[in-house]
């Protein structure tokens, strides 16, 4: 899809980025010591923690990803929503007050607080590193594919743009900056989606199609033992047949130009009917020509049901209407598929009414009942337990509870971030489900969603929620850089090889792996242009729930934990889990190998976690010391008056 960029939306988004970047400044004088670089001091008051946790963990997976996914594929996407949300219950309850106590400024503190363990530094340490970079490819997947409609840049700009920021935002003044930007976006994130949610419950649903909507055609065809024989419109001249997803598929040439048409029915005669195709993606606007002007309305309904009656628009309704309404109504939704077509491979979009109640429960993407299999059942339970156990294990997360006081602190500003986070997942179902009917997607991209919605409400409000996206992009990624920073200054050179360094020392080395952890950042988020933010952040879930979550419980909970058994955890937790992504169908289908893929899931939580489990415990059987008297579990610990 081509946009055009908007003087509005630039002037805003400046404004947000000079905000973000005087914010960092500001606090650069005053970050003088590694506790203030790291964790920005401990004094961060429990309210303002708790919205920048959930600025830090409402980032491009939830806002554009999560939105994205729903306007494609209805409850399906919500679901990662109410996956994201469990795991706080986990953090609340089993790791908030016990990591505060244990830890100083990283994940490895904690899970080293009784040992002092080479070995748990050096795998905490990478395993900090990894989980970061492996959540920060998402991020930047999200900012390119917003530069692009907002600024009018293509993708890598956008992408290397937030490097920049980024960088020059954690290399100043690290986590106290960081927190209020996450502060900061958080709260504009909630206030600007709850007002592109009251708008489109407010604009309901309607048959009447958009300004720019394009009529889709259909032509007759004469079809014989399957195959198009001839077609009505003496302009189009047949170029090829194909199948795909059960379906034929009709390339049809037009003067030098090639369009391509779904096989179906109309009042049981064969019709070919026009698919908006991306060929060639740099020349389209949703599927015509930029010259053209034509939009095609992506997504709306065919069919409106309210209160029994069929209508041609509802006017306002309440959010529960709202929702029944979909369901009761057909929408049409557009399916991708991928045609071999000689040596080239075409990505083809086709129409496809859907009922709402098909769209309002799973299904339509997690094959879980009808159409299921033993697989596809396994890789979204694979999905869920990753997403449950993930939140409490990401570093960027972890490190958030060393910015406040005390362990009290660290529980109540959780409770906070439930309340704003689960707030916000609710919103997404609104606004994923408003961009389904409201014919604004993107076919190349779903992570889109969100901002092509608040775009048919205003330029202004579309300005302001790219801007606010941005910036969510912008606090997250900083909050892994400073992860990443302390993984590699505080864990791996000064705690595992020893390289002592005064609080100057550290905070520089920070910055330095600051900055070289930002680049590869940027690498990485151009190779992975145009896949599912939301996808990709469940992998990062189910690495870091591998390779961390294991040794976090056992430490808590089981008195025979060793250091050992800790340390091979995360090494076998964090290998086998990368492994199995690297070799999973969704990663063969980037490789150009659909169909081969030697791990038959996606998700690979499922198998990598148990496995990182039973090391543990395999391994501190075998290295149990041998008479020393059995320390408590960590759990157990008392508190004092002041954390309770």
């Known amino acids: ?56 963990y409402l980032s491009a997976a939830s806002f554009l990803g999560i939105c994205g996914m729903i306007a494609v594929d209805g409850y399906d996407g919500f679901l990662y929503s109410i996956g994201y ?32 363990s080479k070995g748990i530094q050096l795998m905490a340490g990478i395993s900090a590193l990894i989980v970061s970079i492996c959540y920060l490819i998402p991020q930047m997947v999200g900012a390119g594919a917003l530069v692009t409609p907002l600024l009018g840049l293509p993708h890598w700009i956008g992408v290397a743009m937030v490097g920049g920021i980024v960088i020059t935002i954690v290399a100043t003044a ?65 170029a090829g047949q194909y199948e795909a997803n059960g379906m034929q598929f009709v390339k049809l040439e037009q003067d030098g130009v090639f369009t391509w ?41 065919s069919r409106i049901i309210l209160d029994g009656k069929e209508v041609a628009s509802t006017g306002p309704l309440g959010p529960f209407k709202f929702l029944a309404t979909v369901q009761n109504s057909d929408i049409v939704r557009f399916t991708k598929v991928t045609i071999n077509d000689g040596d080239d491979k075409v990505s083809v979009w086709y129409q496809n009414v859907t009922p709402g109640e098909q769209i309002m429960r799973p299904g339509l993407h997690f094959k879980v009942a ?3 299999t033993w697989i596809s059942k396994l890789d979204f339970s694979s999905l869920m337990l990753a997403l449950f156990f993930g939140t409490s294990a990401l570093p960027h997360i972890l490190i958030r509870y060393y910015t406040v006081p005390s ?18 997942y609710i919103l997404t179902l609104f606004m994923g489900l408003g961009a389904m009917v409201n014919g604004v997607l993107d076919l190349e991209s779903s992570n889109m969603s969100a901002p092509l919605l608040a775009q048919t409400f205003g330029t202004a409000l579309f300005a302001f929620i790219s801007a606010i996206a941005f910036a969510t992009v912008l606090g997250t990624v900083s909050g892994l850089i400073v992860a990443a920073s302390g993984a590699v200054a505080h864990d791996l050179m000064d705690n595992f090889f020893g390289i002592k360094m005064e609080e100057k020392g550290k905070v520089r080395a920070g910055k330095i792996a600051a900055i070289v952890v930002g680049g590869i950042a940027i690498i990485l ?45 995360i090494l076998v937790g964090m290998i086998s889990a990368l492994m199995l992504i690297l070799l999973s169908p969704a990663m063969f289908e980037r490789y150009g190998l659909p169909g081969s893929a030697v791990f038959p899931l996606d998700n690979p939580g499922i198998v990598s ?17 041998e008479a020393t008297e059995e320390a408590p579990p960590i759990v157990e610990a008392s508190m004092t008056a002041a954390d309770r």
């Open 1 to 56: 899809m081509i946009y055009n960029a908007s003087p509005l939306a630039i002037g805003i988004f400046v404004v947000f980025v000079l905000l973000v970047l005087g914010i960092s400044f500001y606090f650069a004088g005053r970050t003088k010591s590694a506790s203030g670089y790291f964790a920005a001091g401990g004094k961060i008051h429990w309210g303002v923690n708790g919205i920048a946790f959930a600025g830090d």
């Open 85 to 116: 949300l469990a795991g706080w219950i986990v953090a609340l309850f089993v790791v908030a007050e016990p990591l505060k106590r244990l830890g100083k400024y990283t994940l490895s503190d904690a899970l080293d607080a009784k040992f002092n």
């Open 174 to 238: 690290g986590m106290a900056s960081t927190t209020y930007v996450q502060f900061l976006k958080g709260g504009l994130l909630i206030i600007f989606s709850t007002i592109v949610t009251v708008l489109v419950v407010r604009n309901g649903l309607s048959l009447k199609p958009s300004e720019t909507y394009h009529d889709f055609q259909a032509i007759s065809a004469v079809v014989e033992a399957g195959e198009v024989v001839e077609i009505s419109n003496p302009d189009y001249s047949i």
């Open 261 to 301: 048409w779904s096989l179906g029915e109309i009042d049981g005669q064969p019709v070919l009917n026009e698919a908006p195709s991306a060929i060639p993606a740099d020349k389209i606007y949703n599927g015509e020509p930029q010259a053209d002007g034509a939009f095609y309305q992506v997504g709306h309904p």
């Open 370 to 372: 009808e159409g299921s």
């Open 407 to 424: 362990q009290r602190d660290a529980r109540k500003s959780t409770i906070v971030a439930i309340a704003a986070i689960g707030f916000f």
């Open 525 to 569: 988020g151009m190779l992975f242009k145009g896949m599912n933010v939301s996808f990709l952040v469940g992998l990062a879930f189910a690495v870091a729930a591998s390779a961390n979550l294991p040794a976090i419980l056992m430490l808590l909970f089981w008195k025979k934990t060793t250091a050992k058994g800790i340390a091979a955890s």
């Open 609 to 625: 976690i148990p496995l990182s489990f039973v090391t543990l415990i395999v391994v501190s059987l075998l290295t149990q010391p």
